[in-house]
């Protein structure tokens, strides 16, 4: 299987070329579909899914759809993934993007569609797909269909915690220093990102790409 967690997104030179390395297609033969239902329940401003969409819309795609899980059936949503090279998963909220990967069914689908695509995540996109969403600062939310708050159990392909947006300033106390403390707590490593970093997963082997700055611990 192959993924590009990120923090940030296509923000970088280096990110992009890790995107397509996994592809192994060019830019103007690639499909992507990019699935915005992680930022649902967000308030405010969307100005940062917007930019999430200009950074890909520079990269030159063939084609760029925009298909979210909780808004169609899975006999329309299926097919147009199925018809992409990368699935793209957006920030937001984690436990609502983990809740409607299971109420949708693509959480038990995923490891078949990744067989002979990519899986690229932006930040929330990126946590989901560790066993444990214990490091997300998202708010939990209620529904009635599971009584009650969400488990913190991720897709569960990664052992490893994973934390974006390391040193920004919308996450003050996400700094080396609060991390380390974290750590201790747990028996697996952080790999902690900025929003230039991200890491390029393939069979099994991770590789750090960044022009920023990123921790493991």
């Not at 209620?142 to 488990?151: P, R, T």
Request: proline letters at 4%.
């Amino acid at each position: 299987m192959k993924f590009l967690l990120t923090s940030g997104g296509i923000t970088n030179k280096s990110i992009a070329k890790a995107l397509f390395q996994l592809v192994g297609k060019k830019p103007r033969n690639t499909t992507l579909v990019f699935i915005p239902t992680a930022a649902n329940v967000e308030k405010g401003d969307k100005g940062w899914v917007i930019d999430d969409l200009i950074n890909l819309k520079k990269q030159n795609f063939k084609s760029i759809d925009i298909v979210d899980i909780s808004a169609l059936p899975r006999k329309l949503w299926e097919p147009r993934l199925r018809a992409a090279d990368i699935l793209l998963f957006s920030g937001g909220n984690t436990f609502h993007l983990m809740y409607w990967l299971k109420k949708s069914g693509l959480a038990k689908l995923l490891p078949d569609l990744l067989k002979t695509r990519v899986y690229a995540g932006i930040s929330a996109g990126s946590v989901v797909t560790t066993k444990n969403l214990e490091l997300s600062e998202s708010k939990k939310l209620y529904y009635e269909d599971i009584k009650g708050i969400q488990d913190e159990k991720g897709l569960g392909f990664f052992s490893f915690y994973l934390r974006p947006h390391l040193n920004s300033s919308y996450f003050p106390k996400i700094n080396r220093k609060f991390l380390e403390e974290t750590a201790k707590k747990l028996k697996d490593p952080i790999y902690a990102l900025d929003d230039q970093s991200a890491l390029k997963i393939q069979n099994g082997k991770i590789e750090v790409i960044s022009e920023g700055k990123w921790l493991k611990i």
